[in-house]
């Protein structure tokens, strides 16, 4: 699509066409897709919204960033939010204390997954301890069963000591979820101390935490 019709698009009442014009624009450089992004950073529709936080996080530069940081700070879409948290991660080091602090200071799920998800995939192990750390002290299971299996994937790591302690003060926990996801993590290091708490988690009271506890062993 050329870009006077991307124009014409982006200022259409019709929101499948400002969506059209918003995937169009990944066919551009971000000289020219960044201004047209950034332009319907406050459309009323929050898909939208969530579309252009994508094309931000494709289209990198300091004005993306900084309009990425403002979606996720104000934006009163928790859609949008997230997407805006998952485009930031792209942005690597820069990116990493904007996303923890958010994720302290953002109570909604989503967003809270979409920032832990692609930490666990970056090289950024304090980061990563520092907001699973945080999770176990939350209210949402969602989101403290996904701290749980990332402090698995911190073995191995500058902060495997204290994420293997972490674990261990799970082990009793009081929802079967958890004891069953602690002992999933734990068959994630090797250390006498996690092979303890796994054969104190194979005579579990419930089912599903001795099978996650025995998985691997059968």
């Given at each position: ?36 992004l ?28 900084e309009?990425?940081?403002?979606l996720?700070?104000?934006d ?11 485009a ?54 969602t ?76």
């Amino acid at each position: 699509m050329e870009i006077d019709q991307i124009q014409t698009y982006l200022n259409s009442s019709d929101s499948q066409q400002r969506l059209k014009a918003l995937t169009e624009l990944r066919h551009y450089d971000s000289e020219v897709a960044v201004p047209l992004l950034m332009s319907k950073l406050r459309d009323p529709e929050f898909l939208i919204r969530s579309f252009v936080a994508m094309g931000l996080g494709n289209k990198r530069s300091p004005e993306s960033f900084e309009a990425l940081l403002e979606l996720l700070k104000g934006d009163h879409d928790y859609n949008v939010r997230a997407e805006a948290a998952n485009a930031l991660s792209k942005y690597g080091d820069i990116a990493i204390p904007h996303l923890v602090e958010a994720f302290r200071l953002d109570d909604s799920w989503l967003v809270r997954r979409s920032i832990l998800a692609p930490l666990t995939e970056m090289s950024y192990p304090e980061a990563l301890y520092d907001i699973c750390s945080y999770s176990l002290t939350g209210e949402d299971q969602t989101v403290k069963e996904a701290a749980i299996d990332s402090l698995g994937m911190l073995s191995g790591t500058t902060k495997q000591t204290e994420a293997l302690q972490q674990l261990l003060r799970l082990v009793s926990a009081d929802g079967w979820r958890t004891r069953s996801r602690v002992a999933l993590a734990l068959r994630k290091f090797d250390d006498p101390q996690a092979k303890a708490a796994l054969n104190y988690l194979k005579k579990d009271e419930d089912h599903r935490v001795v099978g996650a506890a025995l998985e691997g062993w059968l």
